[in-house]
């Protein structure tokens, strides 16, 4: 599949947390580090996402919020 949207971060899932509409999918996408995606329920079973399988973080934004520490 292609898609427009660049920034594309393979991993694997590590984490599901299943909720009644929505579910939180955890990717390992190396380095130490991890990025979560609220996904409806209803994709995670029709994509059949789980724990150990690859999956592909796709980022698309119009916009990015800056912070500075207090």
Do not use: F, Y
Not at 37 to 65: F, P, W
């Amino acid at each position: 599949m292609k898609l427009s949207a660049r920034n594309q971060l393979s991993g694997k899932i590590v984490e599901i947390q299943e909720g009644a509409v929505n579910g939180v999918v955890v990717i390992d996408i190396g380095g130490g580090n991890k990025i979560s995606a609220t996904i409806s329920m209803l994709s995670i079973k029709d994509l059949n996402l789980k724990v150990g399988s690859d999956a592909i973080a796709v980022i698309k934004a119009t916009s990015v919020m800056v912070g500075i520490p207090d």
